[in-house]
């Protein structure tokens, strides 16, 4: 399968501040990029979906003006938590899909975000 | 709206031992389902997907998983557990292939030697 890398891995920042987590597809063009988040014991909730070069399409209930997304290249889509609060420490999870609609959606190895 | 319901959120299972995991769905259509694995701190890695055709699907790592319209049900199973299947699983369902995918609450697998 292809490779999606997420960096970094894990992440603390004071309240207050921003932090960008990458997400990168190391072998294919990912044309659309999806953004989780999941907490602890739960499951993975849809944030927003990014097609490169367009707006992203956040999930009812998320901020965009929280949790900016960039998706400039086919490679590397970016989510900037901005003026980060202790409520968002989670885990995020992107994952990337080619072009076509019906092609897997590989997923990275998630992010985890702790903000103190 | 699409839903996943997964009812055992945890399940403890000796090696050798079969396994399922139960998933059942709610969506008005044809459903594509997924299950995927996530080790601890870990991304997730796809076992498995139902999108038409044949109804018992076969995956990776010797998983399987059978459709079944009727009882909106999407059940994975495995006949012989290995100590390195000890993970959470999670079921999914999507509304058009890949597009958007909401996720069960995951089954957390325990292995006992």
């Known amino acids: 399968g292809a490779v999606v890398s997420q960096h970094p891995s894990r992440v603390i920042c004071k309240s207050g501040t921003s932090v960008k987590i990458e997400c990168r597809s190391l072998d294919f063009q990912a044309t659309t990029m999806f953004w989780y988040r999941q907490f602890p014991k739960q499951s993975l909730m849809l944030m927003a979906t990014?097609?490169?070069?367009?707006?992203?399409?956040?999930e009812q209930g998320v901020e965009k003006d929280k949790f900016l997304i960039n998706h400039a290249s086919l490679t590397l889509s970016t989510l900037t938590v901005t003026s980060a609060h202790p409520e968002d420490s989670s885990f995020y999870i992107c994952?990337?899909?080619?072009?076509?609609?019906?092609?897997?959606?590989?997923f990275g190895q998630g992010t985890r975000l702790t903000v103190v | 709206a699409q839903s996943v319901t997964q009812p055992d959120i945890h399940i403890t299972v000796s090696e050798g031992a079969s396994l399922e995991l139960r998933c059942n769905y709610s969506?008005?259509?044809?459903?594509?389902l997924f299950w995927y694995v996530q080790s601890p701190g870990q991304g997730l890695q796809l076992l498995l997907k139902?999108?038409?055709?044949?109804?018992l699907v076969q995956g990776i790592k010797g998983f399987e998983a059978e459709f079944k319209r009727s009882q909106s049900s999407f059940n994975l199973r495995k006949p012989s557990v290995h100590w390195s299947d000890a993970a959470e699983y999670f079921c999914?369902?999507?509304?058009?292939?890949?597009?958007?995918?909401?996720f069960g609450k995951g089954t957390m697998l325990l292995v006992s030697p």
């Open positions: 969506y008005g259509a044809t459903p594509y």
């Open positions: 999914a369902v999507g509304a058009r292939g890949y597009s958007t995918l909401t």
């Open positions: 994952s990337a899909r080619r072009q076509a609609l019906n092609t897997e959606a590989f």
């Open positions: 139902y999108f038409s055709g044949d109804t």
């Open positions: 990014s097609n490169e070069g367009s707006k992203a399409t956040y």
